[in-house]
Each structure stands twice: as structure tokens, then as C-alpha cells.
């Protein structure tokens, strides 16, 4: 995810669905393997459309998939194990944070 390629549209995307789901990004680190993201979220659904459009945005972006032309999971032994269960590995992690965060 760190490849210029992809960085920037991550960053465009983000940025165009926190202003969709009224979400206010405090802070934003791409790792290369996964993302963090301080957000906040005005309600539940909101902060459930936010991730749910942003992780398959990525997934789209990083891979080259396009809409109605998914990535096929392949039930075959010479496949390894990470290709058999799509792009993302595990689901979301979030805490809620009590702890005010100073706006930018």
C-alpha cells in the first residue's frame, strides 16, 4: 500500500468518504502492510459506511480489481492460503478512545 502507485489514491479516497460519511479524521499513518486511522464518528452507521467503503476502496485500489469483476478465491492446493481468503486477512481492529483529541 505504500507503492506511489496506490498512496495517493488511498489518501484521495479517504478523503473523499470522510467528507460522505461526516467522519473527522484526526490522524492517518499508511504501514506498508495495514493502515491506522484516528477517526471520529458522529454515529455507529456512519463509522460502519466510513469502513466499510474505505476497506474494499483500498482492497480495489491495491489489487486492480474492478466493480463486477471481483478477485475469484481459488479453492486449489497450489494456492497459497492468503490468496484463498481475499485481500483482507483479518477483520477491522477498533477501540474506542475516551481520551480527547485536540481538532487540527
Known amino acids: 500500500m505504500l507503492h506511489l502507485q496506490h498512496c ?4 484521495n479516497l479517504m478523503d473523499r468518504l470522510k467528507t460522505r460519511w461526516n467522519i473527522q479524521v484526526y490522524r492517518y499513518a499508511n504501514v506498508g502492510n495495514h493502515l491506522h486511522l484516528l477517526i471520529r464518528a458522529k454515529s455507529r452507521a456512519d463509522w460502519q459506511g466510513f469502513i466499510r467503503e474505505f476497506s474494499g476502496g483500498v482492497a480495489m485500489i491495491v489489487t486492480g480489481a474492478k466493480k ?3 478477485l ?4 486449489s492446493t497450489d494456492t497459497p ?3 484463498k481468503r481475499g485481500f483482507w486477512d483479518h ?3 477498533s477501540r474506542i478512545s ?3 483529541v485536540q481538532d487540527p
Open 91 to 93: 477483520l477491522v481492529f
Open 98 to 100: 475516551r481520551k480527547r
Open 72 to 75: 475469484r478465491k481459488s479453492k
Open 8 to 11: 495517493n489514491h488511498i489518501r
Open 81 to 83: 492460503e492468503s490468496a
Open 68 to 70: 463486477g469483476n471481483a
